[in-house]
């Protein structure tokens, strides 16, 4: 399907169903932005449930929420800013046809989704040690005949001391505890996992521009990928004050 | 409609290529992008899927012929009405007319020689048969019993196949999702030159309608089932009363989308009952653009209506007079598609073809379904009738009566352009009445035995034993229903072999795909650009009716001979 319709010229291929570039980009486009459009609404139901429970349970919440660390989330935050910013340089200079740039950018985004990843891995891990995780095994506030709850972590202990968790106490509602965790690593996991796909694009994407691969004609792949990397991007900029900075 | 070919014609081959003999090879087929073949696998699949969720329908009817039940435990009558269920909405009623029909035709009937994303189709169409297969699959293993609605906390609970189920259905949803997508950069960027918005054929309109519904509904369903899976698999609790979770934001989330999967489902038909009444009343469509505002606004009012499905859950009375209110105003867009469909046949000059018979059939049973669905919205009225054969009944009238025979008389009206071979007309027009009758049969009595009280999802009735009448004569009409399902089953597959060459227009119909493109058409659809230069629907019905005085003419000497 790849044989070119219009005549040939030196410009960018188009797609034997379009007419010319212009409307094969356009359409690309379009396709991009109907994808995003479902994926809002994909993370749209979670937000909704989010909000609901954190209504109906707000001083719970607040309480629960003191588990998290916010100078990770923080990190975190900064971390994917700057990919945000990489990938922006990226599509610049993949219009501008500069490949070099353009591979660095991205690969200096590859770097700070693995850096996201890796910060994440700490706080998942640490939470994990803390019987936080809210499957069967979760264990929340004072127990009744032990003295103290309290479970070192080796996650933790891999951290300076600004980054671990602090050991506060465990303060509100056991229940809600676990139903606060419960959507936190369903909505954190499932950005997590949209992080990881766009990982998989970028390698993708490079390992194409690299070998000169017919699909990359023009920067439209990049802009692409660009568009659904500042999505996942933005999730992110929501859930962190969400969860990390309820107010008192 | 009017539009010009632009450019020098090229000569004639002697052996005329099209889609379906440009190469013979599986691979060819199996990989192909072209939107034509990707249309005939899905024709087959969702076949073979409604083939399944068929045998499950009949196995509920043989139970509910003796007030005791008769084959089958209540375990298994639940697994069979899960996947009954199962089956035709996700992977029958959801796909079945943009996946075939639209993924023909769009392209054509815009004047694109594609899809916009073929890849994407073909991808969406494999991930529509891993999901059904994972599906299929989780019945194999001890099958589903929670009803295709997954509530909670039911279906957290419950220790059958769910979890693989729901897998299968969010795969098919992604699928259906990338078919949207698909439509939606075709339908926007992909048009010739010259098809304006409102030059489109209706079909075009509703499918737009169907794929922004598609875009902004699945993803919400998705994601609800998923939180289902989770908390199966990890253990987590997210709708669970225990940890203060609620079970009916469950529902809320479900039914934001499955309401308006009613409309994914039925849109698509609409748009395949403007094209035929238009076309076999030889006049065009009455009040066009009322028609395609209605799709689009049935699109938007569609996702305000979904707490009519609960107005028995702790919703509270004022939610649910509003979600009464807009629910009777979402009656009236429909409305004025009936209204203007059956204006278009006045003055026309009608006749009733195979696919015309099966418009008609929609027709009837589409405003039965309708108006039935307005007791059902009323608060005070669902209330006695909810969860009752009642609701059933209302939905099959609309599912069954409304999509399937919309569809079928899409396929009857389009086979000789998918295929290029006429089917036996005597046959076609027997298949329709036959379905007519035997759906009116199965599913009219369940209205009357509703009505008495009778709960769906029971496997007996020992209560109340003079309902037996009602499900027999239900079980009969079922049985009628399914040998005319099967009909247009064998003798449209006869025609493939020996069917009459069909011309590139057989029915004299308007549109693209009928005045630009040979009977199959050929892999690039369009021999040369297309320039559309005018309306789509320029029948006239005074000049065309003196068409059918010389066929009719034709069929008699014929007889003679």
């Known amino acids: 399907m790849s044989h070119s319709h219009t005549k040939e010229t030196d410009g960018p291929e188009v797609y034997f169903q379009y007419e010319d570039i212009e409307q094969q980009q356009e359409t690309y486009l379009v396709g991009m932005w109907s994808f995003l459009v479902t994926e809002v609404m994909f993370f749209g139901a979670l937000f909704l449930i989010y909000t609901l429970y954190r209504w109906k349970f707000h001083d719970d919440f607040y309480l629960v929420h003191e588990q998290l660390n916010w100078k990770m989330g923080g990190l975190n935050t900064l971390i994917l800013l700057t990919s945000s910013f990489t990938v922006a340089l990226a599509v610049h200079f993949a219009q501008k046809g500069n490949t070099k740039l353009q591979m660095r950018c991205l690969f200096a985004t590859i770097l700070c989704a693995f850096g996201f990843l890796a910060v994440k891995t700490f706080e998942y891990g640490a939470k994990i040690d803390h019987h936080l995780l809210p499957n069967h095994h979760f264990q929340y506030g004072h127990v009744e005949g032990e003295e103290e709850h309290h479970v070192e972590s080796k996650w933790d202990k891999m951290l300076p001391s600004v980054l671990q968790v602090e050991k506060k106490e465990q303060h509100g509602n056991p229940q809600r505890a676990r139903l606060f965790f419960s959507i936190y690593f369903t909505m954190t996991g499932l950005h997590g996992l949209h992080v990881i796909i766009g990982i998989i694009c970028f390698t993708a994407l490079m390992i194409l521009i690299k070998i000169k691969s017919s699909l990359i004609t023009d920067y439209v792949p990049t802009e692409m990928v660009g568009l659904y990397w500042h999505f996942v991007d933005l999730v992110w900029i929501f859930l962190y004050p969400l969860y990390y900075l309820i107010p008192k | ?561």
């Open chain 2, 1 to 561: 409609m009017s539009a010009t070919v632009v450019g020098q014609s090229s000569a004639k081959p002697s052996e005329p290529k099209n889609y379906l003999n440009a190469d013979h090879t599986l691979k060819s087929w199996l990989l192909s992008v072209d939107h034509k073949r990707i249309g005939v696998m899905y024709l087959i699949a969702v076949t073979f899927f409604f083939f399944i969720g068929s045998i499950a329908a009949a196995m509920i009817r043989y139970e509910l012929t003796s007030p005791k039940g008769i084959l089958l435990s209540s375990e298994v009558y639940n697994k069979t009405f899960s996947a009954h269920g199962i089956l035709m909405v996700f992977q029958f009623l959801v796909v079945v007319v943009p996946a075939v029909l639209g993924n023909f035709l769009i392209p054509i009937m815009i004047g694109a020689r594609d899809m916009a994303y073929p890849r994407l189709n073909l991808l969406s169409l494999y991930m529509f048969i891993t999901g059904g297969f994972l599906i299929l699959a989780s019945f194999v293993l001890g099958g589903v019993d929670a009803g295709w609605t997954f509530y909670v906390p039911l279906s957290t609970i419950s220790e059958t196949q769910i979890s693989l189920c729901l897998v299968g259905i969010f795969i098919t949803g992604f699928s259906s999702i990338f078919t949207a997508v698909n439509f939606i950069g075709t339908i926007h960027k992909m048009r010739a030159p010259g098809m304006t918005w409102y030059r489109l054929p209706l079909f075009i309109w509703s499918h737009y309608a169907t794929a922004i519904v598609v875009i902004l509904g699945t993803p919400v369903v998705a994601i609800t089932l998923f939180l289902v899976v989770v908390e199966r698999g990890f253990g987590f609790g997210i709708f669970s009363p225990e940890l203060g979770g609620d079970p009916v934001l469950f529902q809320h989330l479900f039914w934001f989308y499955s309401h308006p999967a009613v409309y994914i489902m039925i849109l698509p038909a609409f748009g395949i009952i403007s094209e035929i009444i238009s076309c076999f009343s030889r006049r065009p469509i009455f009040g066009y653009r009322f028609v395609a505002y209605s799709s689009l606004s049935i699109a938007f009012l569609g996702f305000l209506v979904w707490g009519h499905h609960m107005f028995l859950s702790s919703q509270s009375v004022l939610q649910g007079i509003i979600f009464s209110l807009i629910s009777f105003i979402l009656a009236v867009p429909s409305a004025v598609k009936v209204f203007n469909w059956t204006l278009t046949m006045v003055k026309g000059s009608v006749h009733f073809s195979t696919p015309m018979l099966y418009a008609l059939g929609f027709m009837g049973l589409f405003v039965i379904g309708g108006l039935t669905g307005l007791y059902l919205a009323s608060v005070d009225t669902d209330v006695h009738l909810t969860g009752t054969y009642f609701i059933v009944a209302h939905f099959h009238y609309v599912m069954v009566g409304g999509t399937i025979l919309a569809y079928l008389g899409g396929i009857h009206f389009w086979w000789p352009k998918m295929f290029g071979r006429t089917y036996s007309e005597f046959w076609g027009r027997l298949s329709a009445m036959i379905i007519f009758i035997g759906f009116n049969l199965t599913f009219f009595p369940q209205f009357m035995v509703g009505y008495l009280g009778m709960p769906r999802r029971y496997h007996y009735y020992y209560f109340a034993p003079e309902w037996q009448f009602y499900h027999l004569l239900s079980t009969a009409g079922s049985t009628v229903l399914g040998f005319g399902f099967l009909l247009p089953a064998l003798y449209l597959t006869y025609s493939l072999f020996k069917g009459k060459k069909a011309g590139p227009n057989p029915w004299n119909a308007k549109g693209l795909e009928w005045e630009y493109t040979s009977s199959p058409p050929i892999t690039e659809n369009f021999t040369q650009p297309i320039l559309v230069t005018d309306s789509v629907y320029d029948y006239n019905p005074a000049e065309d009716s003196k068409m059918y005085e010389v066929d009719e003419e034709a069929t008699v000497e014929d007889m003679n001979k």
